[in-house]
Structures are given as structure tokens and as C-alpha cells.
């Protein structure tokens, strides 16, 4: 992989470069070693590509590797919702599973409250964004402040604003 002035230009062949072995593996049934990180990467690539197929599979692998991946057990609900072979109780269901597991993980939150908010489902928004304010930081308490719906956000709004400006954060 050489090196370009253009970190945009580095980064895109750096994933390129990963996406390649990757398949290659695949397609050649081998075995080898990718982390976290790189199946992140990857993943993210064949999400924004729409390509569910390689995305699923993916999944997978990564879930052999890494079972007890809050990541990877979350796209799997996503996906697997979005296909239509969970129905919004289940990946509701398995979301609040993956809560109990890690009540800190504020990105289960973030998640779960966007599948309520495209359910229509405004009081479980408003009381999933209550708990999840009291685990995010800064930046996160502003990404909840953004997301709620517009009959609620007023009130909702000042509320998160009021937490921001009592708890400090770490």
C-alpha cells in the first residue's frame, strides 16, 4: 500500500486493500485473521454499497470471531429487520437483550430509539432517551437532543440541555 499526501486517497485504498483480501478469502473458502476493526470497515462499505448479501455474511464470520460483539449483534438486528425476517417486536426484543448486557453502551440506545421513532412510538422514545442521557457524554447527549420528534422535541430539548449543563462529563 503506498502512501499519498491525500489521506482520503490513503484511507480509500488502505479499505480497498481490505475489502480485496477479504474476498479473496471468501471466494477461496482459506482462513484468515481480521480484526475488529477491519470487519467494522468492511461491513460499513458493503452498508453504504446496499450489498446485504455480502453484508450478511460478513456478519457472520465476524460473529464466530467475535461473539460477544455488541457491534455485530446489533447490524445483525438491523439487517435482519430491514429484510423483514425479524418483525419490530424481535428486534426490539433482542435490542433490550443486548441493553441488559452492556446498560453503558449508549449506540443501543441511539439504535433503539431510532426503530421507535420509525414506529411512531413516542413515549417509549422519550423514556429509552431519559436512560440513555444518564450513560452519554457530551456529543452523544446532543445527537439524542436532535433525534426526537418534532411534537416532543421542544419540551424533550430542553430537558437534555438541562442535563448537559448539570452533568459534567469524565
Known sequence: MAYNDDRDDWMDEGLQELIDMYERMVAENSHQYFDH???EHILEYYLECFDFD???QLIALALDLFPQSAYFKLKNIEISYEQGSL???????QIDQLIEEIPYDTELYFVKLEFLLNESHSQMAIDTTDIALQYADEEERLSYIFCVPKPISKWRNIAALMLLWKMPCA
Open 54 to 56: 455480502k453484508a450478511v
Open 37 to 39: 476493526s477491519n470487519l
Open 87 to 93: 418483525v419490530f417486536s424481535q428486534a426490539l426484543l
